[in-house]
Nanobody
């Protein structure tokens, strides 16, 4: 079965950086997109970034453009989220997700992803 395992979360001061990783296994992901979402208590899960496995095309939420970079390493079936210039409002549980890629349909929508990791906490202190 498909497994997505996140790592790399933690506590960092505002302005600092963290790198999240998502190791994917259980199927071939060449026709999939991989996404990162985040969620805080009482709020809906929100889109952060996504990457198409086939060509590496990337998508970003406006709130993280210019600060976060999503990338993939095909040989290791791993997706990364490099988070720079972190702000307290970036504090959340970050989830990795995988979904079959159909153009850009639902790329930024939780409904576009069938598989989810368990989440990793990111806390940014002011």
């Amino acid at each position: 079965q498909v497994q997505l395992v996140e790592s790399g979360g933690g506590l960092v001061q505002a302005g600092g950086s963290l790198r999240l990783a998502c190791a994917a296994s259980g199927r071939t992901f060449s026709n999939y997109r991989m996404g990162w979402f985040r969620q805080t208590p009482g709020k809906e899960r929100e889109f952060v970034a996504a990457i198409r496995w086939s060509d590496g095309y990337t998508f970003y939420a406006d709130s993280v453009k210019g600060r976060f970079i999503i990338s993939r390493e095909n040989a290791k079936n791993t997706v990364f989220l490099q988070m720079n210039s972190l702000k307290p409002e970036d504090t959340a549980v970050y989830y990795c997700a995988a979904g079959y890629s159909v153009g850009t349909f639902r790329t930024m929508d939780v409904r576009g992803y069938a598989y989810w990791g368990q989440g990793t906490q990111v806390t940014v202190s002011s």
